[in-house]
């Protein structure tokens, strides 16, 4: 397996939805290719810090007053329905 | 090398509080909104990069959601065909703020060399404890925000949002493999711009 041929192969490699055959020639290139053992290293640690960030939290006062403006939309719209069309 | 973990949990019986939804139950609609209003705000503020944007994002998504409740067939999951909705709606914000830019998932101005490695440096064993909560949270946000919006929708369903690749294929419209493809343009992309926050000094040093 060529770097390039690594690469491709890296997100199913990261994954774990890789096949058996093409997950060993991988491996095998990772233990003797520095760079690519890196890249993949720090690959796994770009995905891992963003899941673990909790970038762009919702706040729970922030995330009350969505919930209720929300319902209270879901509510009108269900009183529409409901009423007979005045100028029918 | 051991695969990524995702940190999706066991969701509640969603199809049951569709079903209830759709028969007019709305306390089963406002647990429908409970259970995912923080993804969709998460999502939808990764797309617009603005958080009054976002916010709208979400009341829009789940009031289209709601009237459109009667239309939602349960092929996909809920949660699939929500996001979807959500994106759209995110997308459109993202176009009114930039009417001079040409905004879509398929914007892909950059080639395949465009996303292959060029520096190739080790991180510290813990990049992320090199800054404190506040200051990662500002790297992070500014370097993802660095991304075309059809990369960094597609990292963000994948990678923070935990759905699967025929999930994220599902909900942004595209072919399986090209979900594949701008996943992979998105991390490498995300290592690459990481690099200077992260990269090991020999000398123990750090400039921020």
Known sequence: MTCKELLKELTDYLDGTIDDRTRS????HLN???DCFVICNTTKM??????????????????????????????QKEKQKKQPHRNA | MEAIQSKRGAVADESTLVQAAKSGDLGAFEQLVKLYDRNIFRIAQHITRNREDAEDV???AFLKAYENL???????????????IAVNEALMKLRRRRPDKIV????NIETEEDSMPREVADWSPNPAQLYDQAQLK???????????????????????????????????GLSIPAVKSR???????????????FKAREDGDRSK
């Open chain 2, 104 to 107: 879509s998932l398929d914007e």
């Open chain 1, 25 to 28: 020639e991988l491996e095998d």
């Open chain 1, 46 to 75: 770009t995905v891992e810090i963003y899941r673990d960030s909790r970038l762009y939290e919702l706040p729970e006062n922030l995330r009350t007053s969505l919930e209720n403006a929300i319902l209270k939309k879901c509510r």
């Open chain 2, 138 to 172: 500002q790297i992070l946000s500014k370097v993802i925000q660095g991304l075309p919006p059809g990369f960094r929708t597609v990292f963000v369903l994948r990678d923070v949002e935990g759905l699967s690749t025929e999930e994220t294929a599902e909900a942004l």
């Open chain 2, 58 to 60: 979400v009341q829009d």
């Open chain 2, 70 to 84: 009667g239309q939602f067939q349960g092929q996909s999951k809920f949660y699939t065909w929500l996001v979807r």
């Open chain 2, 183 to 197: 996943l992979l343009r998105a991390r490498l992309q995300l290592r690459e711009r990481l690099n200077k926050y």
């Open chain 1, 32 to 34: 003797w290719c520095h």
